[in-house]
């Protein structure tokens, strides 16, 4: 990159603000998506968010395309580099700016981790709703990004449920202010749009986040079946029956044996777990809980516990959120995929992925929110066997056509990033996906902001009628292009 | 504002013969957007119809006025221009309702109070109450982003609605979101078109995520001593573990402020919450709660002539301050107030005055307290005299020129609605 660039750059974030070496350059090459990686020109930490328009406006002036980055613990490669662009690490600004208890509001920079907001406001008997399993590691900022979901989303509602405003630096440099703290501000939801817009229309630096009021009781049940079939049943018949679980989770044998193998959760070694959790009014939830037992036990449930304490219903989800990364106890590689489908059409799609797991050798351990059908299948694979990882690549993407084939999607919590781009056009024909980059237009015109992103081509705005400009330092032999 | 009202002229043959002749009919005076009539009712009975006149509409230049049944048709600023109104109601239909699934598609003409009969057949409904439900239509609902009392433990319309088909000046029929609750693939158009007011393109299709239908309802009623007691215990209820349905404040010069809570669920739990709630109420009377008391916000819009009605936005705890600036604002007035809010801060106020009164010093006077506030206040009703001289909508603030930009990109020859939205968009 062109040291006089490289130069105002620092001027802006400062000498520890601005990574080049290429050793540590390479800790930005990826994120949780680790096969792909992009080497980036260089990593800028700014500290403020005058600091990351500064960034922003020379990127605008120069034609450098830009990504932004929280913890990179996304698995869609939405924060993976582009080519002769840089990274904007927005982990410095990592402040919890207000809390306000009367009207549950909290005001955060997009560095703060999710768990630091229910930590923070705990004390007062108030959570931040969305909970990722990542949800220690992962930034709020990202969450915006990609309108993070986790368990508890089936009652809840995801990230943009709960985000009511945004300081947004565009892609020109300009600061602009969607929503607010107070509701139904006038005007177009552009907050709603940039939730969930992965990075592609600009940096958040400031979100007004909504809190929710604890529970007066939590119940967690877990409850034992043979088979996927007979707990997807019962999970029919708790929605049937018209309750709302705070969260309803399923996981297969495979993934039951990979939780037990790395975290001993005490789960029972059985065809089909089911995790149900009610939350609410203690008398409510007592008698829904009663009903939620005998559903199961109608549905074949060989054996219920429910949680007695906090801490067994703490171990329950442990065993659960770390279900991803339990498999790489039972398996050198595997591919986290998230695909929805209509939930009643979860035994039909879990059967036909038994059937594609059969035919390609490649073993799948599935754990889902059973509730609303986001499925995670976890293709197993080993790198040392020729052709496994093509065949286990195949096989994650063969499932994700099953799901749009069922009237579902492509990704329900992870994001379209790098890795499902060329999906979107499965799930959506060309009008949709361009009447859907005419907000990219109307956003970033110059496709700075993480370009090349969510869709398999980028439309093209009115400023570039067609005509691929090469970057001047490309033309200039400057940008290195890998 | 509104400087141009020059009416271009509808050649209607072709308009004939993509929506049948039967279908296209002159426009009335009954058909006038605050006092402009537009000279054709167009009605396509389809999707790709209703595409093709859009198209065709914006090749010649000609403005087009989405209506469902009109029932909020003055919502917004004076239209620039108003030649044509399309409307939906032939789109009428509950094309879906995935009941084991939980959601429904239903087309923007349908009546929400036939949507929710539909729905109720299966023991569901959309968690939502809206004005008017007999006679509003789900795409107008969802157009004017109208919200009731069921938002505060449901969500907005755009935390339920879950996929849409727009169909855009160019005639392009484009879908996003889907038929699962839980998909991130790609733009959140549902949420842009939310709240739109048809300004970027007709909604035609909407997917819903729906909830059950409850066992059992109560609510209670409470009268509080004052403004600043009944926003004490708006604050303590929210801040309680009571998951109620509605919370709903009520104000007027004669009376000291109401506030009613709803609860949901089995008859066992909602008894001990009642109970709880009771506990929390100390300083306020209970009082009998009738049964149409979450039709109060509604009963906003009947009375007496002239009146300005407005729609407000603070944080739930300024709702105490908002109601004493209110009457403050008004006290050397003769303008008679009643004000319905949510918990949530959202709320309506009419004011209802004489031939004589100054609404412009009125409006002004209700903005700057409420900008004092930090929240905003938008007018959906006054004189129409006075309208040609205000926003209706306030100050956008930073996003204005972004908005612009997303409406250019949508709609480039700006044929849909010109002038009523935000910043004369």
Redesign the interface.
């Known amino acids: 990159m062109d040291t006089s660039i490289l130069e105002e750059f620092r001027s802006i974030v400062g000498r520890d603000g601005l990574i080049t070496e290429p050793e540590q350059l390479h800790t930005y090459e990826c994120d949780g998506l680790t096969n792909y990686r992009v080497l980036p020109l260089a990593v800028l930490l700014p500290d403020t968010t005058e600091e990351v328009q500064g960034v922003v406006r020379v990127c605008h002036r120069e034609r450098i395309p830009f990504v932004a980055r929280g913890s990179g613990t996304g698995l869609s490669g939405g924060a993976l580099p582009v080519r002769g662009g840089i990274v904007i690490g927005l982990s410095r600004l990592n402040r919890i700016l207000k809390v ?6 909290v005001v955060v920079e997009p560095g703060v981790m999710n768990l630091s907001v229910t930590q923070q406001v705990s004390p007062r ?1 108030y959570f931040y709703a969305p909970d990722p399993s990542s949800q220690q590691v992962c930034s709020i900022g990202g969450n915006v990004a ?2 993070s ?1 986790g368990a508890h ?1 089936l009652k809840y ?2 990230t ?2 709960h985000v009511l405003g945004l300081e947004v630096v ?1 892609p020109d440099g300009s ?4 929503g ?11 907050a ?2 940039f ?3 992965e990075g592609t229309l600009g940096i958040a630096t400031k979100i007004i986040l909504r809190i929710v ?4 009781v939590i119940q967690t049940l877990l409850a034992a079946f043979n088979s996927t079939n007979e707990a997807g049943a019962a999970v ?1 018949g708790i ?2 029956a ?3 679980p705070a969260a309803i989770e399923m996981m297969d044998n495979l993934a039951i044996q990979a939780a037990e193998a790395s975290v001993h959760a005490g789960y029972p070694n059985c065809g089909g777990l089911l995790l149900v959790e009610l939350d ?5 939830v007592e ?2 809980m009663e009903q939620v037992k005998s559903i199961c036990n109608s549905c074949g449930a060989w054996e219920i516990r429910v949680a007695q304490s906090e801490a067994e219903r703490i171990a329950i989800w442990k065993g659960r959120k770390s279900a991803f990364a339990a498999v790489g106890r039972i398996s050198p590689n595997y591919i986290v995929q998230d695909g ?5 059409a979860l035994p039909r799609i879990l059967s036909e992925i038994e059937r594609l797991s059969a035919a390609a050798g490649i073993r799948v351990a599935n754990v889902f ?1 059973a509730g ?3 499925l995670h299948p976890l293709v197993l694979f080993d790198r040392r066997i020729p052709g496994q990882e093509q065949s286990a690549t195949e096989l994650s993407f063969n499932i994700l056509e099953l799901c749009v084939k069922a ?10 990033g790098e890795e ?1 781009k060329k999906f ?1 056009s499965v ?3 060309e ?13 970033d015109p110059e496709h700075l902001s993480n370009p090349e992103k ?2 398999p081509r980028p439309r093209l705005c009115a400023e570039r009628q067609g005509i691929y400009e090469p970057h001047p330092l490309e033309v200039a032999g400057v940008a290195e292009y890998f | 504002m509104n400087n141009s009202r020059v009416q271009t002229e509808v050649p209607t043959a072709e308009l004939g013969a993509i929506v049948g002749a039967d279908h296209l009919r002159p426009a009335t005076s009954a058909d006038a957007v605050d006092g402009i009539q537009p000279q054709w009712i167009v009605e396509p009975g389809s999707e790709e119809e209703l595409a093709r006149v859009l198209q065709w509409a914006n090749s010649l230049g000609i403005h087009v006025v989405p209506r469902g049944q009109g029932t909020k048709l003055e919502w917004g600023n004076l239209p620039r221009h108003a030649e044509l109104v399309l409307s939906t109601l032939r789109l009428n239909r509950v094309v879906e309702h995935a009941w084991g699934d939980m959601t429904a598609t239903v087309e923007a003409g349908c009546l929400m109070g036939e949507f929710q009969k539909t729905l109720s057949e299966h023991g569901q409904r959309l968690a939502y109450d809206a004005l008017w439900p007999e006679r509003s239509t789900m795409g107008g609902i969802l157009a004017t982003n109208d919200s009731g009392s069921y938002r505060i433990r449901f969500g907005a319309l755009r935390d339920l609605i879950i996929g849409i088909t727009l169909a855009l000046p160019d005639g392009t029929l484009a879908k996003s979101g889907g038929k699962v609750v839980k998909n991130v693939a790609g733009y959140d158009l549902p949420k842009l078109a939310t709240g739109s007011l048809g300004t970027l393109g007709v909604i035609t299709q909407a997917i819903f995520r729906l909830h059950p239908l409850p066992q059992a309802v109560r609510s209670l009623s409470f009268s509080t001593p004052d403004s600043t007691s009944m926003n004490e215990l708006v604050l303590a209820v929210q801040d309680s573990k009571l998951a109620y349905t509605g919370l709903q404040i009520r104000a007027d010069s004669h009376d000291p402020p109401c506030i009613d809570v709803r609860f949901e669920g089995t008859p066992g739990g909602i008894d001990a919450q009642a109970r709880q709630l009771l506990s929390l109420t100390a300083k306020a009377q209970q009082v009998e709660s009738f049964p149409d008391v979450w039709n109060k916000r509604q009963a906003l819009w009947t009375g007496k002539e002239p009146n300005l009605l407005c729609k407000f936005s603070v944080l739930p705890s300024q709702l105490g301050a908002l109601c004493a600036a209110v009457f403050r604002a008004l006290e050397q007035s003769r303008l008679t107030p009643r004000l319905v809010a949510q918990g949530l801060g959202l709320g309506f106020l009419r004011l209802e005055g004489e031939d004589g009164s100054d609404w412009l010093a009125i409006i002004t006077r209700l903005r700057e307290e409420m900008n004092s506030l930090g929240g905003t206040l938008g007018v959906l009703h006054c004189p129409l005299a006075v309208k040609s001289h205000i926003d209706v909508w306030g100050p956008v603030g930073d996003s204005e020129g972004l908005m612009h930009r997303v409406k250019n990109q949508f709609d480039p020859a700006a044929i849909l609605n010109p002038g009523r939205f935000v910043g004369g968009i």
């Open positions: 306000d208890i009367p009207n549950a509001r008997g990609e309108n979901g989303c509602g995801f943009t449920t565009l600061l602009v202010h969607l607010g703290k107070t509701l139904d501000r006038p005007g177009y939801d552009l709603g749009v939730v969930g817009s009021k604890r529970p007066e029919s929605i049937g018209g309750m709302l609410g009014p203690a008398a409510e008698l829904l929805v489908v209509p939930r009643t929110h609303d059908g986001n009237g579902g999607s492509i990704t329900g919590e992870h994001g379209v499902k979107m799930m959506f024909a009008p949709d996906l361009e009447t859907m980059q005419l907000v990219r237009c109307a956003f969510v869709f």
